[in-house]
Protein backbone atom coordinates (compact mmCIF):
# COMPACT_ATOMS: atom_id res chain seq x y z
CA UNK A 1 0.00 0.00 0.00
CA UNK A 2 1.59 3.30 -0.94
CA UNK A 3 0.99 6.47 0.80
CA UNK A 4 0.48 5.64 4.44
CA UNK A 5 2.43 8.87 5.61
CA UNK A 6 1.45 12.17 5.49
CA UNK A 7 3.25 15.48 5.47
CA UNK A 8 1.80 16.45 9.26
CA UNK A 9 3.11 13.28 10.31
CA UNK A 10 6.22 13.72 8.42
CA UNK A 11 6.66 17.41 9.85
CA UNK A 12 5.91 16.04 13.68
CA UNK A 13 7.75 13.01 13.63
CA UNK A 14 11.11 13.15 15.56
CA UNK A 15 11.65 9.62 17.46
CA UNK A 16 14.28 7.93 15.90
CA UNK A 17 13.07 4.70 12.96
CA UNK A 18 12.43 4.21 9.80
CA UNK A 19 8.64 5.05 9.35
CA UNK A 20 7.41 3.19 5.77
CA UNK A 21 5.45 5.42 3.07
CA UNK A 22 5.16 2.26 0.78
CA UNK A 23 6.32 0.91 -2.16
CA UNK A 24 9.98 1.19 -0.99
CA UNK A 25 10.11 4.56 0.34
CA UNK A 26 10.69 5.58 4.21
CA UNK A 27 11.30 8.30 6.31
CA UNK A 28 14.65 7.58 8.20
CA UNK A 29 14.88 9.55 11.24
CA UNK A 30 18.09 9.68 12.93
CA UNK A 31 17.72 12.23 15.88
CA UNK A 32 15.37 15.15 16.31
CA UNK A 33 17.39 17.22 13.36
CA UNK A 34 18.60 14.56 10.85
CA UNK A 35 15.54 13.24 9.06
CA UNK A 36 16.46 12.09 5.55
CA UNK A 37 13.90 9.91 2.91
CA UNK A 38 15.27 6.79 1.54
CA UNK A 39 14.58 4.36 -0.91
CA UNK A 40 14.71 0.17 -0.15
CA UNK A 41 14.70 -1.99 -2.81
CA UNK A 42 15.88 -5.81 -3.72
CA UNK A 43 17.67 -6.14 -6.76
CA UNK A 44 19.49 -9.80 -7.90
CA UNK A 45 18.78 -10.88 -4.20
CA UNK A 46 20.56 -8.09 -2.84
CA UNK A 47 18.94 -5.66 -0.65
CA UNK A 48 19.70 -2.23 -0.64
CA UNK A 49 19.03 1.54 0.61
CA UNK A 50 19.44 4.69 -1.54
CA UNK A 51 19.56 7.72 0.01
CA UNK A 52 17.05 10.33 -1.79
CA UNK A 53 17.61 13.64 0.42
CA UNK A 54 16.65 15.29 3.61
CA UNK A 55 13.40 16.28 4.48
CA UNK A 56 14.61 19.50 5.06
CA UNK A 57 14.98 19.87 0.83
CA UNK A 58 12.84 17.38 0.06
CA UNK A 59 8.89 17.06 0.14
CA UNK A 60 6.95 14.32 1.00
CA UNK A 61 4.78 14.58 -2.47
CA UNK A 62 9.30 14.83 -4.43
CA UNK A 63 10.03 11.96 -2.57
CA UNK A 64 7.39 9.82 -3.72
CA UNK A 65 8.04 10.78 -7.20
CA UNK A 66 11.55 10.21 -6.85
CA UNK A 67 11.02 6.45 -5.04
CA UNK A 68 8.77 6.18 -8.21
CA UNK A 69 11.18 6.29 -10.58
CA UNK A 70 13.22 4.42 -8.62
CA UNK A 71 11.04 1.05 -8.57
CA UNK A 72 10.36 1.70 -12.41
CA UNK A 73 14.00 1.77 -12.43
CA UNK A 74 14.94 -1.74 -10.49
CA UNK A 75 11.57 -3.29 -12.45
CA UNK A 76 13.40 -2.58 -15.52
CA UNK A 77 16.83 -4.52 -13.90
CA UNK A 78 18.21 -0.90 -13.70
CA UNK A 79 19.95 -0.66 -9.89
CA UNK A 80 18.89 3.04 -9.40
CA UNK A 81 22.37 3.71 -7.18
CA UNK A 82 24.13 2.56 -10.09
CA UNK A 83 22.12 4.69 -12.87
CA UNK A 84 22.19 8.34 -10.67
CA UNK A 85 26.06 7.11 -10.26
CA UNK A 86 26.30 7.50 -13.87
CA UNK A 87 24.24 10.45 -14.52
CA UNK A 88 26.13 12.10 -11.98
CA UNK A 89 29.12 11.13 -13.67
CA UNK A 90 28.32 12.57 -16.96
CA UNK A 91 27.28 15.58 -15.83
CA UNK A 92 31.19 16.15 -14.03
CA UNK A 93 32.69 15.06 -17.81
CA UNK A 94 30.31 17.83 -19.21
CA UNK A 95 31.12 20.41 -16.95
CA UNK A 96 35.07 19.25 -17.08
CA UNK A 97 34.64 19.42 -21.00
CA UNK A 98 32.81 22.96 -20.83
CA UNK A 99 36.12 24.44 -19.30
CA UNK A 100 37.84 26.72 -21.04
CA UNK A 101 41.76 27.10 -21.31
CA UNK A 102 41.23 30.53 -19.68
CA UNK A 103 38.78 29.27 -16.81
CA UNK A 104 41.66 26.18 -16.05
CA UNK A 105 44.66 28.59 -16.00
CA UNK A 106 42.95 31.38 -13.76
CA UNK A 107 42.25 28.10 -11.72
CA UNK A 108 45.86 26.93 -11.35
CA UNK A 109 47.57 30.28 -10.90
CA UNK A 110 44.72 30.85 -7.84
CA UNK A 111 45.50 27.36 -6.26
CA UNK A 112 50.03 28.31 -6.88
CA UNK A 113 49.81 32.19 -5.95
CA UNK A 114 50.36 31.18 -2.20
CA UNK A 115 53.42 29.36 -3.14
CA UNK A 116 55.29 32.58 -5.27
CA UNK A 117 57.27 34.91 -3.38
CA UNK A 118 56.14 38.49 -4.72
CA UNK A 119 53.43 39.58 -6.45
CA UNK A 120 55.95 40.51 -9.32
CA UNK A 121 55.74 36.74 -10.38
CA UNK A 122 52.04 35.94 -9.83
CA UNK A 123 52.15 39.24 -12.23
CA UNK A 124 54.53 37.75 -14.64
CA UNK A 125 52.28 34.71 -15.02
CA UNK A 126 49.38 36.33 -15.55
CA UNK A 127 50.28 38.40 -18.39
CA UNK A 128 52.12 36.15 -20.32
CA UNK A 129 49.15 33.92 -20.59
CA UNK A 130 46.89 37.28 -21.13
CA UNK A 131 49.31 38.20 -23.87
CA UNK A 132 50.25 35.19 -25.90
CA UNK A 133 47.61 31.90 -24.25
CA UNK A 134 44.09 33.65 -24.04
CA UNK A 135 43.84 34.95 -27.42
CA UNK A 136 44.60 31.85 -29.37
CA UNK A 137 43.66 29.33 -27.05
CA UNK A 138 41.32 30.88 -24.13
CA UNK A 139 37.79 30.72 -25.22
CA UNK A 140 38.48 26.85 -26.21
CA UNK A 141 37.59 23.86 -24.10
CA UNK A 142 40.76 21.90 -22.31
CA UNK A 143 40.20 19.05 -24.25
CA UNK A 144 40.20 20.67 -27.56
CA UNK A 145 44.12 22.12 -26.83
CA UNK A 146 46.04 20.35 -28.87
CA UNK A 147 50.02 20.52 -29.69
CA UNK A 148 49.60 22.35 -33.05
CA UNK A 149 47.61 25.28 -30.93
CA UNK A 150 50.26 25.23 -28.15
CA UNK A 151 52.66 25.76 -30.77
CA UNK A 152 50.98 28.42 -32.01
CA UNK A 153 51.09 30.32 -28.75
CA UNK A 154 54.67 29.44 -28.38
CA UNK A 155 56.64 30.38 -31.58
CA UNK A 156 55.89 34.14 -30.92
CA UNK A 157 57.90 33.89 -27.80
CA UNK A 158 60.99 32.33 -29.13
CA UNK A 159 60.90 34.69 -32.23
Same mark, same amino acid.
Given at each position: ????????????????????D???????????????? @? !?????????? !?M??? &??????????RE????????????????????S??????????? =??? !?????? =???? &? %????????? %????????????? !????? %??????V?? =?????? @??????
Open positions: MLGKLTALKVARTRDRGKYAGGGLYLQVASKDARSW @I !FRYTLAGRER !FGLG &SVEGLELAEALAAECRKLVRQGTDPIEYRNKRAAVALQQAR =ATT !FKQAAE =ALIA &S %HEAGWRNAK %HRQQWRNTLITYA !FPVIG %HLPVQDDT =ALVMKV @IEPIWH
